[in-house]
């Protein structure tokens, strides 16, 4: 059993700052990529940020220059530090990994999702 934890998500005004931090315990044999993505009301949920086990990031056109993700591999912890937050970025933050457990087998897994709210 694999769990996610989020944290960090809250109401910031406009070109404010926040860290999202996803910590993933149980059991863990690797981790893969781990991944950010949002939801917006009446929209689809998108990719965010990803970050491979190497540390190879890659983000949406949408935060480049304005968002960072980061893991720390000895937590089983990733992050997104999100600068020069703008409203259109008000959404539902999940984090995404590709775990491998003590089978051997990957699997996908979701967090529970955090709030961010940006105010003009």
């Known amino acids: 059993q694999v769990q996610l934890v989020e944290s960090g998500g809250g109401l910031v005004q406009a070109g404010g700052s926040l860290r999202l931090s996803c910590a993933a315990s149980g059991n863990i044999f690797s981790i893969n990529a781990m991944a950010w993505y949002r939801q917006a009301p009446g929209n689809e949920r998108e990719l965010v940020a990803r970050i491979t086990s190497r540390g190879r990031t890659n983000y949406a056109d949408s935060v480049k220059g304005r968002f960072t993700i980061s893991r720390d591999n000895a937590k089983n912890t990733v992050y997104l530090q999100m600068n020069g937050l703008k409203p259109e970025d008000t959404a539902v933050y999940y984090c995404?990994?590709?775990?491998?457990?003590?089978?051997?087998?990957?699997?996908?897994?979701w967090g529970q999702g955090t709030q961010v709210t940006v105010s003009s």
């Open positions: 995404n990994t590709d775990i491998v457990t003590s089978t051997y087998f990957e699997t996908n897994y």
